[in-house]
């Protein structure tokens, strides 16, 4: 007698699909959250094709409400909202992901070293300190003010306050672990620091720091949206969410939807971005993970 077996009931050889299938379903917060920024980023990639220009004014079609020619209706200077809209969102995402990765960077070395090496500890987290007490968008205001605005001035803007946020998160986690018994073995038996970072602290630092990050990137767009918003932000000419939005609000009442269609799309990525990062708490914290 013959037994064929299928994919099913062989786990080890089981198709992708199926693979993917029951990640999703084991998933679905971070399944969802990666699906939206995936779009997204799609999205963006394609703007010079599905976008067309977002500069183009065409004053005879101002202020023209959504229709099967203007996805999302045009401006007070007849400019297509879809379009910029579409363009737009490559200043949130690049800010967004700028600012999460440099975050994380600069903010896991000043927190190894102030976790394990208490001599200096007191003094750069003091400094850490005094930076996570002035609010985040008036710091970014006052260095925009002395610089020239620009994308990259943006970046460095929203940068510097959200370091301070990584680094206590990585700084806790380093020293809860510079006090297990392991670690201090590993000391008394004269291993190097070098060795003991890299080795055994830092795998253990990189799952909070990847949800921290995510946190980063969902507070780096709406900083950046009300920094262009209030004018500080990168150049008006330059199409972004925060821009359209300040450009429409006088026209608020007559063309509602040059300012809630580019916020629906900041929210809907900011949302995104929580999304994944509660997903991935919940699946790399050990003690939430058992409960699922």
């Given at each position: 007698m013959t037994i064929s077996a299928t994919a099913d009931d062989l786990p080890?050889?089981?198709?992708?699909?199926?693979?993917?299938?029951?990640?999703v379903r084991r998933n679905p917060t971070i399944a969802l959250g990666a699906l939206l920024l995936a779009a997204l980023v799609v999205m963006t990639l394609a703007a010079p094709v599905i976008a067309g220009d977002p500069f183009r004014q065409a004053p005879i079609n101002r202020l023209r409400p959504p229709s099967e020619r203007f996805w999302f209706g045009t401006d007070q200077f007849g400019r297509d909202v879809f379009s910029r809209t579409v363009w737009g969102a490559r200043v949130s995402l690049i800010v967004g992901f700028a600012v999460a990765a440099l975050a994380s960077l600069i903010g896991l070395a000043i927190g190894l070293v102030c976790g394990y090496f208490r001599?200096?500890?007191?003094v750069v987290m003091r400094i850490m300190d005094g930076i996570m007490a002035i609010p985040s968008i008036l710091l970014a205001i006052a260095l925009i003010t002395l610089t020239r605005p620009g994308l990259g001035i943006v970046?460095?803007?929203?940068?510097?306050?959200?370091?301070?946020?990584?680094?206590?998160?990585?700084?806790?986690?380093?020293?809860?672990?510079?006090?297990?018994p392991y670690i201090e073995s590993a000391i008394a038996g004269g291993t190097r620091n070098t060795r003991l970072l890299t080795r055994?602290?830092?795998?253990?630092?990189?799952?909070?720091?990847?949800?921290q990050a995510t946190y980063v990137c969902a507070s780096a767009m709406l900083i950046e949206a009300g920094l262009s918003f209030l004018g500080a932000g990168v150049p008006p000419e330059i199409p972004s969410w925060g821009n359209i939005i300040a450009q429409g609000r006088t026209f608020?009442?007559?063309?509602?939807w040059s300012i809630l269609i580019p916020g629906?799309?900041?929210?809907?990525?900011?949302l995104a971005v929580?999304?994944?990062?509660?997903?991935?708490?919940?699946?790399?914290?050990?003690?939430?993970?058992?409960?699922?």
């Open positions: 080890g050889v089981a198709s992708p699909i199926a693979r993917l299938a029951v990640a001599r200096i500890d007191g970046i460095v803007a929203i940068l510097i306050p959200e370091v301070p946020r990584v680094v206590r998160v990585v700084r806790s986690v380093v020293l809860s672990i510079r006090s297990q055994h602290v830092l795998p253990n630092t990189l799952a909070p720091l990847i949800v608020f009442q007559i063309a509602p629906a799309f900041l929210a809907t990525t900011v929580n999304m994944l990062g509660d997903g991935l708490r919940d699946r790399l914290d050990p003690r939430l993970a058992r409960r699922l």
